[in-house]
Each structure stands twice: as C-alpha cells, then as structure tokens.
C-alpha cells in the first residue's frame, strides 16, 4: 500500500490565485511529520513546510499553509498569491516515528504550472 | 545560510565502473541521508547514517552500495559495479535530529551510466 499518494499527476493555477495540493498518508504511527518539498526544473529539492502529528495549529510559513486533517490522514498543501516561480514539481513526504533514522517517504508529486 | 553540497554534479560512467559521489553536509547536523530519483519518478530513500553507522537502509541498497564518513565533513555513497539501472539523481540530505526537523537536501549528483 502507498504510505502518501498524490493523486493530482498536473495542475494549473492562474498567477496570483491561490491553489490546493493533495496529499493524503497511510500510517499507524502516532508520531509522524508531513513535509512538503518543492523541485523547480533545475533539479534541487527545497524544503517548504512541516507539520508534525502532534501540532494543534496548520502550520504556515510565507505563502505555504498545509491544511492538515488528522482524522481524514490528509495534508494538502495551499499556496496563497501563485507566482509564476512557482511552477515546479511538489512533493509530499512522511517521515515515521523512529528517532534514529527520520527517513523521509515521498509521494508521487504534482506538478504545478503557474499561468499567467 | 549553511548548505549541503554534493559533487560533482553530474558524473557519467561505464557499467562495471565504480563510482563514489560526494557530500558534505551541514556542519552541525547529526544525520545524514542518500536518496535517489530516477527521472520522471518519485523521491527514494536509499540510506540514512547517524553516529557512525548505518542506521536504516532500503531494499535499493544492496551490497553494491556503500556509505562511508571519512572524516568530520565529507559523507559519501559508493557504487561498487555500476548497473545501466543505476542512472539516476542522487541526493544527499542532512538534519540537525532524527526526527523532528527538516532534512536539507544538496542540489544532487546526477549519475548517468552507459
């Protein structure tokens, strides 16, 4: 079984809208963190927000809020105001509960393009 | 701002050959990460190395596959005999902690075997 899938393979916002990225998870452990990675076309992977299992608030940072439904195993991303240097590749990841490893696994991504 | 970073950039290589990519991760992080992409695909963990050793690794890391921290800086993956299936991005990663912190990724090398 998939541990996080996004089921979104494309998407297409128009600059200065806000979009949602899906991302649910599959794990019995109560201790876990979501994070979210952005990988432009150039290739490197940029880290953009984490929540952890155990946070009452969604986290935030900038224009990066993750709308994180425990219940529902869900941590979707919303990007607030798209820039159109945001088209890039995003992706979903869970990092387990084990201390001394913090592997993190990744979904499939979403690709988003930003029009303008 | 402290990086990771990984060399070289790209390497292209014989199948057979071995190869050793190069990273040097944040000074004051504990633990450190191999990951690797094949194109168009997903983000796959292959190693993680905390305290000297091993800690975790993937059914990918075979024993073609191997992480040494020679010294205080440098964390590398070597190859042992290089598959045509090898080719791929590989990223290094590294976290102040286990679990409740980021992992920052290098830009990756990418491999490319012949």
């Known amino acids: 079984a998939q541990k996080i899938t996004q089921t979104q393979p494309g998407m297409f916002v128009q600059e200065k809208e806000a979009v949602t990225l899906d991302c649910t998870y599959d794990?019995?452990?109560?201790?876990?963190?979501l994070f979210w990675y952005k990988q432009p076309s150039s290739g490197e992977m940029i880290f953009l927000i984490y929540?952890?299992?155990?946070?009452?608030q969604n986290a935030t940072e900038g224009r990066y809020s993750l709308n994180f439904q425990k219940a529902r195993k869900s941590a979707n991303l919303v990007i607030s105001a798209s820039q159109l240097g945001d088209s890039a590749m995003y992706f979903c990841a869970m990092r387990e509960g084990n201390v001394n490893t913090g592997k993190l696994i990744f979904g499939q991504g979403t690709t988003l393009q930003v029009k303008p | 701002e402290p990086e990771v970073t990984q060399t070289p950039s790209h390497q292209v290589t014989q199948m057979g050959q071995e190869v050793i990519l190069r990273c040097v991760p944040i000074s004051n992080h504990l633990y450190f990460y191999w990951y690797r992409q094949i194109l168009g695909q997903k983000v796959e963990f292959l190693v993680s190395f905390y305290n000297n050793e091993i800690s975790e690794k993937s059914e990918i890391f075979d024993d073609q596959f191997s992480v040494e921290r020679p010294d205080g800086s440098n964390f590398t993956l070597k190859i042992r005999s290089t598959k045509l299936e090898d080719s791929a991005m590989y990223f290094c990663?590294?976290?102040?902690?286990?679990?409740?912190?980021?992992?920052?990724f290098g830009p990756g090398t990418r491999l490319t075997v012949l």
């Open positions: 794990t019995s452990d109560p201790s876990y963190g």
């Open positions: 990663a590294s976290s102040e902690r286990g679990s409740y912190n980021e992992q920052f």
């Open positions: 929540q952890g299992s155990y946070d009452q």
